[in-house]
């Protein structure tokens, strides 16, 4: 761009050009170092340049500040590691449907408040993360979609004088869907669009976070409905019998791990005034952590699926009477009887068969 | 839809809806009271209804749980907010043009680190926040996009059994795009939903809060680049002189409070087992307050720009010789200075301006 | 203390003595009216003394600016709140020792990592929650000492210039142990110390959502271990035979109600500047809420805990061999056997007890 | 201890204190390694003992669980962290009292709702952080004093059958205050005293928070009271002429950083189940990070007071004539005019001075 706008002449075009190419394949061989003088990377490279082609090195950083040039490498990091959630996230969905075609049909107790309260099957539990992360799929695209705006050329946050810089040119040739026009919402947007992305990290990691609960409490001794493979659980020091399974609650304490990271970048841009502040340098960290959190525990509890076992005996057994109660009352509506009756008599019919009579339970609720 | 699946006969269906039409009338005059042994609004109708006309009022409950109903109520009420949400941002981002349309092409200082840095317009600095809210749209149609699934038919969360309910009627009746299939689903979103929806509440607060944020500044005496009504000030019991922009320092601080809603309602669902559980209950105190208090927020700030006031002057006074540095080594680079060049070149003159030598800044971060 | 440094002479003392005790009377009997033209309360009473008793009333607002009294009136509050607190978290102990009583030898399983780990008892399990409030009660106790610091007579924040005013004796008189010196500091302090307040909060709570997590797995029908009053249980719409203790999952999800107001307080007094900014006036919804909800949540404990009922055979029932493991391997220990050594011999037995191999856990954590 | 209850000979303790003595020389050199087989230090050092010392080595895990070997070293980290926590708060206090010293008299207008309200001084404006300071350090001693309890023989959470282990031996070799009796409050005490502590750190940088709020916007041009010394400044890559205060920026930013560190450790460690859950593992990098964080940001800041330098003339000139009003309503009070009357004469007296009337402030809020 800046040879097309006659700031480089051809020949200072290919120095660099060469010269970046050098910086590419010395990258790749972990021999480009980023000194302290340098300050970052970005400095680095206009060093290297410098000391290589001299005056077309020194006009590298034409048009530009560090602070866009921060911003638009933070964009296409971001895009790819969306990329990467996405696919980790269609994976995690074929794991739970893979679960669900070997044993879907089994029934197991539906829970309300903890307590079993109607069959369900292990295809419509399992079922209903997968709903959840395809939910989760149109957050992570609408992010995608936000953050593919081209922040090169809003230099410090006010645009760029004098030059006649082509903008449109650069986010294309950089992969960009559009260009973010107005360079004070550049800076603007810096920390908003970490803070939507992370709570789309947020959701992906909510339900890791309640299908890690269901685990762990369907692999207790007491529940037994799910068993995990060995390689994914830990031994004691001190307890010579056990075997836990310490991803899971890895996994679910994530879950709040990212909330928390969620919630700096959330905060620390809150009160700022417009223009860049050195505060947003510190939404990088909870950025960088959250993302790789997420995909990690994505991963994690993808191999928990693949492993999986549903015990359809503990399963079976597990499947008691009373659980049927509401199939009984709507039966009996099936035949005629209007729902209110049919459910006291169900009522009844159960407080009979547990031998004693079922206690009016209170009806006002003391915290609330 | 009942009367669809042969559970209500013809007349039971006049009589339902006579009674229903009756307690429309009856709330809207205020006269339908919801007593304690309701416990709530959707027992109460059931109530009144078996009052009224008996076996078909103890048939109302048929092929539904308060689980269900609760949900497709709060999915009404969410997707009516939305609504008001998306009109309230829209004639938000009106008024920010207006302000822009009357003095858009004021210039004044942008700030980086607090500090005057470069030239700017009242066009790009109002812009900025008209951009984001345009973002904030695309979130809240998300939003809209994600709670427009009908949850009735899921029952107490396992769906219904024996029964041939129509849930694609059910849903096209009541107003929603398609038909929330899962039923455990039904109950996973439940929160799930809601944090989504507050998240996009934080990015529209988030916006107001910056805004305010550089209002407040702005109306400092020592600024001074804008002015607001007195209609939006308050006084001091006091200070007898003091005309305080109260308003904006309650939009500033509402971003923390919509935050602090949004966090709860992230929180209270997490490590819970699949099905109800009664603490998503406590989601809804949080969901209507952060709803409610960005709803406000935005009509309050479109009440300040109504009555803004740049101070051309003010602005013009305070765009000093220095925030035109870059503009200067930028017109060196059009003349064939490298920009480096350019740049030390310029920093020299500021240096020399200000009568002492611009002292070599620190390098390393003392904090990171 | 007006009368004492000669604003106020005899007679207007007497005046507004007797003023402010009609409106003691009128208030009890709730008819003192604030009206939208008084603002608040602090100038309804200087309205209505003026109205009663002409120039005494007008000298009423000498010396202080609402800031210092509305943080009085709140410090006030919080000392009376903080007393309640601590009354009801000593009642809460006492019922915790009071099922130990009655029920404290009886061993059930330890948990770790949800899996049933080495034999317990409830003296220690409920001894656990007694020794975490004790510690809560030394937060609470610091809180009450730190809001302890009368600010009236800080005025608007910077003193009152010219007049005498006597500190020392107005806070003698109102009961506060000691004068917040540091005008300065008084409005600094306002949201700090009620972030500190509500942090106690959520460590009295965090004991409760606990208690309340063991408590609603231990009244599953899979574990069993302990049973609770049809009074503190609700039932179901849809499903006749439910009991659902609800009040533990209002307590489990109040913790993170209480979280979500002290976060409000934390970050809405994050970067003011210094001074009274009406930011902090939202800090009073969030400190009513916070200290309203844990005060309830204490006292549902407390009924909860008055009620239940351990169920001694199915603890027996759970306390299976292999909860012994480390029991057995310290009596070889006893006996002279190093432990690593005693720890294989037993691990070994116990998988030649379930007539399987003990495979190999994995070593490296997935997530971390 | 395992000496004294007849676990080792003396033999075995001979060999065993010399190879802790190696193992400390060895990891003071670096040479320590800690192997993936290993999984941890405290596996590492009983693998070295029993290469070492055979039959010795394989006895020192008697008593005790991996859980207590590591709340136990956690404690006693904290127990430092706290020690140098204090001695950095003293550090600032000294130096916010050494800029008092220097400059404490210079007034300076005092803000509300950021507008210039009444004088004040240096003295009481950097007093007021000094105060809150001071009361920080109070939570801290309360921390320190809540963390100094001896978790060492709780074993794995439910304390040590069949051995007769002397706790209070231990605590007491190890420098504990006293013993922490419940072995399932040890557990349960995790991350509750971590959020506890951090707590603490939130205190102490909202202080930092603040002060850094208020000197970056005295060292705008605009307001110019405060000049900070160059070494803590930088520049910019693009505009020449900058000088930037970031440290101070990066201060205020981390006060969220340490926030959200705190809600991770809050949050993770709710609705767990009683005894060791491999959740609070995840409470270690949010402790970490926060208390270094907080550590960083008081030494920042004394750098920064350290150089710093108020403008007397700026100062001087913003003490313009409408900072008075309150002082000038008073003397009519020392007079003897009632307060009301001496407001409303001095607020006509204002607005006569403006040239124009004090147009009637809105009564109502907006927003609330």
């Given at each position: 761009?800046?040879?097309?706008?006659?700031?480089?002449?051809?020949?200072?075009?290919?120095?660099?050009?060469?010269?970046?190419?050098?910086?590419?394949?010395?990258?790749?061989?972990?021999?480009?170092?980023?000194?302290?003088?340098?300050?970052?990377?970005?400095?680095?490279?206009?060093?290297?340049?410098?000391?290589?082609?001299?005056?077309?090195?020194?006009?590298?950083?034409?048009?530009?500040?560090?602070?866009?040039?921060?911003?638009?490498?933070?964009?296409?990091?971001?895009?790819?590691?969306?990329?990467?959630?996405?696919?980790?996230?269609?994976?995690?969905?074929?794991?739970?449907?893979?679960?669900?075609?070997?044993?879907?049909?089994?029934?197991?107790?539906?829970?309300?408040?903890?307590?079993?309260?109607?069959?369900?099957?292990?295809?419509?539990?399992?079922?209903?993360?997968?709903?959840?992360?395809?939910?989760?799929?149109?957050?992570?695209?609408?992010?995608?979609?936000?953050?593919?705006?081209?922040?090169?050329?809003?230099?410090?946050?006010?645009?760029?004088?004098?030059?006649?810089?082509?903008?449109?040119?650069?986010?294309?040739?950089?992969?960009?869907?559009?260009?973010?026009?107005?360079?004070?919402?550049?800076?603007?947007?810096?920390?908003?669009?970490?803070?939507?992305?992370?709570?789309?990290?947020?959701?992906?990691?909510?339900?890791?976070?309640?299908?890690a609960?269901?685990l762990m409490l369907f692999t207790t001794r007491e529940?037994g409905?799910v068993e995990l493979p060995a390689s994914v659980c830990t031994g004691s020091s001190l307890m010579p019998q056990k075997r836990n399974a310490d991803v899971l609650e890895l996994i679910r304490a994530?879950?709040?791990?990212?909330?928390?990271?969620?919630?700096?970048?959330?905060?620390?841009?809150?009160?700022?005034?417009?223009?860049?502040?050195?505060?947003?340098?510190?939404?990088?960290?909870?950025?960088?952590?959250?993302?790789?959190?997420?995909?990690?525990?994505?991963?994690a509890?993808?191999?928990v699926?693949?492993g999986?076992?549903?015990?359809?005996?503990?399963?079976?057994?597990?499947?008691?009477?009373?659980?049927?109660?509401?199939?009984?009352?709507?039966?009996?509506?099936?035949?005629?009887?209007?729902?209110?009756?049919?459910?006291?008599?169900?009522?009844?019919?159960?407080?009979?068969?547990?031998?004693?009579?079922?206690?009016?339970?209170?009806?006002?609720?003391?915290?609330?």
């Open positions: 761009m800046l040879h097309g706008i006659g700031i480089l002449n051809d020949e200072e075009l290919v120095q660099l050009e060469r010269g970046l190419a050098d910086i590419v394949a010395l990258a790749e061989r972990n021999e480009f170092p980023i000194t302290p003088q340098d300050e970052d990377g970005h400095t680095a490279i206009e060093n290297f340049l410098t000391a290589r082609s001299g005056e077309a090195g020194r006009k590298i950083h034409t048009g530009r500040s560090r602070n866009d040039q921060v911003l638009t490498a933070l964009r296409l990091w971001e895009k790819e590691q969306i990329g990467l959630l996405l696919g980790a996230l269609d994976k995690y969905v074929e794991d739970l449907e893979a679960v669900s075609a070997r044993a879907g049909n089994v029934g197991l107790p539906g829970y309300t408040h903890m307590q079993a309260a109607m069959p369900t099957t292990v295809a419509m539990w399992l079922g209903s993360f997968a709903a959840a992360a395809l939910d989760d799929v149109e957050v992570l695209q609408l992010a995608l979609r936000l953050v593919d705006q081209c922040p090169l050329g809003t230099a410090a946050g006010f645009g760029v004088p004098v030059l006649p810089i082509d903008r449109e040119r650069v986010a294309h040739e950089i992969g960009f869907a559009r260009v973010q026009e107005n360079p004070m919402y550049a800076q603007l947007s810096r920390g908003r669009m970490e803070a939507f992305l992370l709570s789309g990290c947020v959701q992906v990691m909510h339900g890791l976070n309640r299908l609960s269901d529940f409905f994530s879950y709040h791990v990212v909330r928390g990271e969620e919630s700096k970048v959330q905060n620390l841009t809150a009160s700022l005034i417009s223009g860049y502040n050195r505060d947003v340098q510190l939404t990088k960290g909870p950025l960088f952590a959250g993302m790789g959190k997420t995909l990690d525990a994505l991963r509890m993808s191999l699926l693949t999986l076992r549903i015990d359809d005996q503990a399963c079976a057994a597990a499947l008691t009477a009373e659980l049927y109660a509401t199939e009984r009352a709507l039966t009996l509506v099936a035949e005629g009887m209007p729902f209110r009756d049919a459910y006291h008599r169900v009522a009844e019919d159960e407080a009979n068969r547990r031998h004693r009579p079922l206690e009016e339970p209170g009806v006002h609720p003391l915290i609330g």
